[in-house]
């Protein structure tokens, strides 16, 4: 049984990038503290550097 996709407005994602990348705080610690995937938070950080 698949899950339905939770969506995040642009605002969170960049508040989440932005705490990883001030921080230097490991993506799995920062996306467990906001309630995400470190796979989604990780993914979000990876198209932010490009």
Do not use: Q
Request: glycine share 10%.
């Amino acid at each position: 049984m698949s899950h339905p996709r939770r969506k995040y407005d642009p605002e969170f994602k960049a508040g989440a990038v932005r705490i990883v990348r001030e921080t230097h705080r490991p993506i799995c610690e920062v996306a467990r503290e906001l309630g995400i995937g470190a796979g989604v938070l990780g993914n979000w950080v990876r198209k932010d550097r490009i």
